[in-house]
């Protein structure tokens, strides 16, 4: 699993607003997800709210209207299993190149939760459930609170 040497962060996220924007698809391991990030975000302080969207692909523009609203960070959480066709190379591809240049765009961090997946197991084992191994939406929601503040702490020297 890719979580060794992850680093161990706690955030105040006292005074922050973050909306958390999660897609539909695969609704076992991206509830898991969203429960990751919401966890964090509660225990750190933090406002906020969760926003749906049909899928990985609408992650970009939701994030970039949220961001534009005058949230401080967003948690960007999506599913995206392999399959037969390239149709996944595209939407992870656009997912991810969307929610970079959203975060260049706008100047406030976006916390990629985005699962890139071979298989639906894959994904259960990073979604924070009972048995999994990681949890990547705390992990999105840390990061994304984390950077929030250094990037405050930039603007204010």
């Known amino acids: 699993m890719s979580g060794a040497g992850s680093p161990d962060i706690t955030v105040d996220g006292t005074g922050l607003e973050v909306v958390i924007i999660a897609g539909r698809w695969h609704d076992v391991i991206t509830d898991g997800l969203i429960a990751g990030a919401t966890r964090v975000l509660e225990a750190s ?3 906020f709210s969760l926003v749906r969207v049909p899928g990985s692909f609408e992650l970009p523009v939701a994030s970039k209207v949220a961001l534009d609203s005058g949230a401080d960070a967003v948690v960007a959480l999506g599913v995206i299993i392999r399959g037969g066709t390239p149709h996944f190379e595209y939407v992870s ?3 991810t190149d969307g929610l970079t240049r ?45 950077t929030a503040l250094v990037l405050k702490a930039l603007r204010d020297r």
């Open 102 to 146: 959203v975060a260049l765009d706008t100047g406030k961090p976006v916390g990629f939760g985005v699962l890139t997946l071979d298989d639906e197991q894959q994904g259960l084992d990073r979604a924070g459930l009972s048995g999994s191994k990681e949890d990547k939406g705390e992990e999105a929601a840390t990061a994304a609170l984390s």
């Open 93 to 95: 591809a656009a997912a």
């Open 45 to 47: 302080g933090a406002t």
